[in-house]
């Protein structure tokens, strides 16, 4: 995958315009009829496709999902409007038009593969499962994130008239999303083993997570089933290979899709680590007190009656603790640790090779381990999209709803032994405090992963918990405590997509304007 991003899809990009959000451009002799002419152009092509999934998730992942959540406080870099949830429709992260741009690829792939002159199915059949599952993906992301949104699935046919196209409900949508994983699931052959390609697996895990987000969960077991016994997945037996996760999911089988990504050859810019950090930027979101005392908590072995509870290494596989050590002259880490100046700054490491075992090297700025020396502008990473865990957790809530409670915590128990934590929950503990306990594990597991704000929203626990964080937040502003606002779990339709699309004047979520 790697050496097909960087050949840039020269001759690709001449038909391929970012123009508008359907991605559209006037036919030509260079139109996707022209163009597929053996299995290399078909390669090239799909290569394009996971370009323009990379471009539209990006940083923006991060403001759909993470700081908008009781995961991020800001650093001081950082606009008020997310810390305030005062979202408006000038805000550039929510422009839909690079996903838009990846459907628009994922549609010509789509339409014209199975017309390359010569061509077997089962030669084109994993490339066109692909582009199904990752039209489905793109889809899934807009109606979580806009609700209503349009529809197409067709490669534009030139008439200006055809690009209005006005918002499609979120019934049909997912009509949609579950027909291309279907799709998907029967063209690819095999399970297939690059963590960076969409994958059959891929597939079953957007399936669980789409059926989660209707709340149909049934059918988000019988999904997940897809992972039981399956030997390509598996737990990693302690935090070292859990950090692999992270920084080897190609070595990893915990996981299931990653989205690649190189510091070297991207550089700094690349989104994530502007607001997140990993890089020598300034960083504009820290994780929240909230979510580091509770990691803190699990760093002291057993409880008041003597139970060993082991250590949770989460915490130093997100955040980088050596520095917050070394900076607060060596004192040791604790809930007064996250007020010290130098924690405002402090990045996640989460997706970068930092070794947790490093010694820091003061005069040359540098943390050193055994073999290799990590620089604070270290930021090679690959982003888990999908992985093990997030499909074992989903499946536990679902089994938890079914009354299936056992089979519940025992997903539980198996994420955190994994990263040295055995922390155990009564089995007498109801229905209700067994899924709290479920969220709480995946806003430890899925930190900076952009996962908990859809979390929230899919549970409906959306205002009981980010009312009182934005309340809280008012007061530190001096404004007076309002009610959240439950029109605000959506975001706002990019101002400039009404001058485009003349089919959505009129429809903007509330309360934005358009």
């Known amino acids: 995958m790697k050496k097909y991003i960087l050949l840039a899809l020269t001759g690709i990009l001449l038909f391929t315009s970012c123009d508008d959000f359907l991605d559209r451009t006037p036919k030509s002799d260079l ?3 022209n163009y597929f002419r053996d299995k290399k152009d078909m390669t090239y092509w799909n290569a394009g496709i996971y370009s323009a999934f990379a471009s539209a998730l990006n940083e923006k992942l991060m403001y759909w999902s993470e700081v908008r959540s009781d995961n991020c406080d800001h650093t001081g870099y950082v606009n008020s409007v997310y810390y305030m949830n005062a979202l408006t429709s000038e805000r550039g992260e929510y422009n839909w038009q690079d996903l838009y741009s990846c459907i628009g690829r994922c549609n010509v792939a789509i339409k014209y593969y ?21 039209r489905a993906l793109m889809y899934f992301y807009i109606i979580r994130v806009w609700g209503d949104a349009p529809l197409t699935t067709t490669v534009w046919d030139g008439e200006l ?31 297939g083993s690059d963590r960076f390609y969409l994958t059959k697996a891929a597939a079953y895990a957007l399936k669980t997570d789409v059926h ?13 089933d897809y992972f039981i016994g399956n030997n390509s997945f598996e737990w990693v037996a302690d935090e070292t290979a859990y950090k692999k996760i992270f920084t080897d999911p190609a070595g990893s089988k915990e996981s299931i899709f990653s989205m690649w990504w190189s510091y070297s050859l991207t550089g700094k810019a690349h989104g994530w680590p502007k607001t997140m950090g990993a890089s020598n930027t300034n960083n504009s979101w820290r994780m929240s007190q909230k ?10 072995r057993g409880d008041a009656v003597g139970n060993d509870w082991g250590y949770d290494a989460r915490l130093w596989c997100n955040v980088d603790t050596v520095k917050l050590y070394y900076s607060s002259s060596r004192n040791p880490i604790s809930n007064a640790s996250w007020t010290d100046p130098n924690w405002g700054t402090n990045k996640c490491v989460k997706f970068s090779g930092i070794d947790p075992n490093r010694q820091y090297d003061s005069a040359n700025k540098v943390y050193k381990s055994q073999d290799y020396v990590y620089s604070s502008t270290d930021a090679e990473f690959s982003f888990p999209i999908y992985r093990y865990a997030d499909v074992m957790l989903l499946r536990a809530e679902a089994l938890n709803k079914m009354e ?19 922390g155990g929950i009564p089995f007498t503990t109801t229905k209700e405090d067994l899924e709290n306990e479920i969220l709480l594990e995946r806003q430890l597991e899925f930190f900076a992963e952009g996962k908990r704000w859809f979390d929230l929203m899919r549970t409906d626990k959306l ?27 959506y975001g706002p339709i990019y101002y400039k997509e009404f001058e485009a699309n003349a089919a959505l004047r009129g429809h903007q979520n509330p309360p934005y304007s358009e």
């Open 31 to 33: 139109a996707p009829e």
């Open 114 to 134: 199975p017309n390359i002159p010569s061509i077997l199915e089962s030669e084109y059949g994993p490339y066109i499962a692909q582009a199904y599952a990752m």
């Open 161 to 191: 008239s055809s690009m209005e196209l006005p918002r499609t409900s979120v019934a049909e949508i997912k009509s949609q999303i579950l027909s291309d994983i279907e799709n998907a699931i029967k063209h690819f052959s095999s399970d």
């Open 212 to 224: 989660m987000w209707f709340q149909e969960y049934q059918e988000a077991i019988d999904a997940s």
């Open 291 to 300: 979510v580091y005392n509770e990691l803190l908590t699990r760093l002291r």
């Open 404 to 422: 299936r409670k056992e089979e519940a915590i025992d997903i539980v128990l198996a994420v955190r032994k994994r990263v040295g934590y055995n």
């Open 463 to 489: 205002k009981e918990v980010m009312e009182p964080v934005y309340q809280e937040r008012q007061v530190m502003m001096g404004e007076t405590p309002t009610a959240f606002d439950m029109n605000r779990a």
